[in-house]
């Protein structure tokens, strides 16, 4: 890759993640299988705890961070990003760059293989885009590719994705994120899914691992792929695994008692606070960027358009009364001890072109303010109160997630303007049902790449990951206009007026922004790696 496009995208990250690595070192850790006389690293095997849920190992399947953190090790990218940089890099790509305004060209390495045999080469890699856009699930990130009109492979090693939009400033990056994955186009169907067994029982791995065996959240065991001569390399450990908690309690006994070697997402900040004084325990700090906030449903919200009263201006009222109620600095503190920090944009601090718009749009100076929540319903004929549903997740964003919504329901009620049946749903169900049954709730969002783009296109071009109803064409206009703007200061700007248009919307309310805190074990090695600027879990760097 040319140093051009390796230096795209670069982000002043300053900011502290929620996502916390902890290592222990007061004995053995579970072994995962297949771990003796293995190819890779000398270093013993490592073991992973977390309570983040696998969805789909399918990557037209899922767009969620436990998902993609086993994908990441198994499955290959044309581009990646090495450990403790943001930029793409070529892993199976031996050359990328744009040959012409609309046409980026990878030349691929000669000779590629899959873990079970198959030849690795351009058809894999235009059938494993084709088949993201043609069967656009729900819960995938086919919605990162908007801007590809069609890929072609001309020859065994050639691929050219042609682009809607000129000289896309963030498509090197795209090829790294979640909708990246290259699959073995004699495993993955064109049209539909494939289960997570019949993957790892075909050995369609082409990553830094392969999978050894799988428990679908419980335990998953990797040893090193010997096919894989990506940018990676090979890993530091002979063997590894993850294991799957249901709650954050598990989790920290099992760090502490030295049963895990690294717990990873996610503990409550009463916990964080508890093992740092453990002097087996270590504090790391790495760059991150969670945000977490509040989806409407543009349909089935009050007032929504498939509603029985369904009017644009109540149903945009009612949001933006909500943003005037919410007391994000009071959650920050009484939840979460400010491990997180009130957000006022949909682009986190430290991104370049982040603005706060909610700030100075909604309550007064950040601070809730119920006199502007009233007025705006009432100029709106909104009768009061509104009776809101909103569901959140107890599991996957962390055990504080109902302490946080029970704050949310309080600030939203204390005025009376709002009724809220506030319901929780485990993960594996709420991702499924979050588009079609749910007129509000709760996501979170890590991001794909380090660019503010990541945080507005999968949320407000029309053709959005969370399918909820959003479209504006201005916005989209504008969110396809600034990915091909080459001059900074224009795409700044690009980027600062779209947080204002989708700020006065509201098709989201932005609650929190991600700190970032890791804890780690003074035997297990390169820790801070994985908490990098590239945000990947990366299994591979880590040794003891």
Known sequence: MSARYSRL???????AASALALSACTGPAASPEGESGEPGGTGAPITVGTTDKVTSLDPAGSYDNGSFMVMNQVFPFLLNSEPGSPDPSNDLAESAEFTSPTDFTVKLKPGLKWANGHD????????????????????????????????????????????????????????????????????????????????????????????????????????????????????????????????????????QQGKIDVAWRSLTPTDIEDLEKDDKLTVHKGPGGELRYIVFNFDSMPYGAKTDEADAAKAKAVRQAAAHLIDRQAIATNVYKDTYTP???????????????????????????????????????????????LQYNPDHYGPNSGDEYAAVKKQLEADKLFQIDL????????????????????????????????????????????????????????????????????????????QRMVAEDLSTLPLLQGSQVAIAGKDVQNVDTTLDASFKFRLGVLSK
């Not at 995208?9 to 900011?15: E, F, G, H, N, Q």
């Not at 856009?133 to 009109?149: C, F, H, Y």
């Not at 945080?455 to 029309?462: E, G, R, T, V």
């Not at 703007?485 to 700044?492: F, K, L, N, Y």
């Open 9 to 15: 995208s670069r982000a002043a990250v300053v900011l």
């Open 120 to 255: 690795l080469d351009s058809k894999d890699v235009k059938h494993s885009f084709d088949r993201q856009l043609k069967i656009a699930d729900p819960n995938g990130p086919s919605s990162l590719l908007g801007n590809v009109e069609s890929i072609e492979a001309p020859d065994a090693t050639t691929v050219v994705f042609k682009l809607k939009v000129a000289n896309d400033q963030t498509f090197p990056q795209v090829l790294t994120s979640p909708v990246g994955p290259i699959v073995d186009d004699e495993v993955f169907p064109a049209d539909k899914l494939v289960d997570d067994q019949a993957i790892v029982d075909a050995k369609a791995f082409g990553g830094q691992y392969v999978i050894d065996s799988y428990s679908k959240n419980s335990l998953v065991s990797f040893k090193a792929n010997e096919a894989y001569s990506g940018v990676l390399g090979a890993p530091a450990n002979n063997a590894a695994a993850i294991k799957y908690y249901a709650d954050a309690n598990n989790l920290k006994l099992e760090i």
């Open 343 to 389: 957000a006022y944009s949909f682009v986190p601090q430290g991104f370049t072109g982040a603005i706060e718009p909610l700030k100075e749009m909604y309550g007064t100076d950040g601070k809730p303010d119920a006199d502007k929540a009233k007025k705006v319903l009432e100029d709106a004929g909104v009768e009061t109160p509104v009776k809101l549903a």
């Open 423 to 498: 319901k929780s749903t485990e993960w594996v169900t709420y991702q499924k049902q979050r588009v079609t049954d749910y007129p509000t709730y709760q996501l979170g969002w890590f991001p794909d790449y380090s660019d503010a783009d990541n945080y507005l296109s999968p949320f407000f071009a029309k053709e959005n990951f969370l399918s909820n109803g959003y479209d504006n064409a201005a916005v989209d206009k504008l969110i396809s206009e600034q990915r091909g703007q080459s001059d900074a200061a224009e795409r700044t700007a690009s980027i600062e007026e779209l």
